[in-house]
């Protein structure tokens, strides 16, 4: 979720599925409501190993910043991709 540009959180998929379990009529309501705190941040020149370590953890993402901006999203797939790519 951006404000202005600047992620200020995440709404997971498991975290949608719960809101519309609970109450459906939660869909029309602002994503601040129920969205969770934003996604890590990494520069993009951290190494395979490092990011490695944080897609261990509890986040299925990072967000990659170049030049102090937000270039793009890297999820656990597409590491596990590019490490099987590279065999």
Known sequence: VL???EPVG??????LL?????????????????QEPPLPRIDG???TAEIL???GGK???VLVEEHGR????????DLIDY????R
């Open 3 to 5: 404000d202005g540009g």
């Open 10 to 15: 995440k709404v997971t998929d498991s975290r």
């Open 18 to 34: 719960a809101v519309i379990l609970d109450d459906a009529s939660l869909l029309e309501a602002p994503v601040s409501r129920y």
């Open 45 to 47: 020149g951290r190494s």
């Open 53 to 55: 370590k944080l897609l």
């Open 59 to 61: 986040d299925a993402a």
């Open 70 to 77: 937000v270039a793009g999203i890297l999820t656990r797939y």
């Open 83 to 86: 490490v099987q790519q590279s």
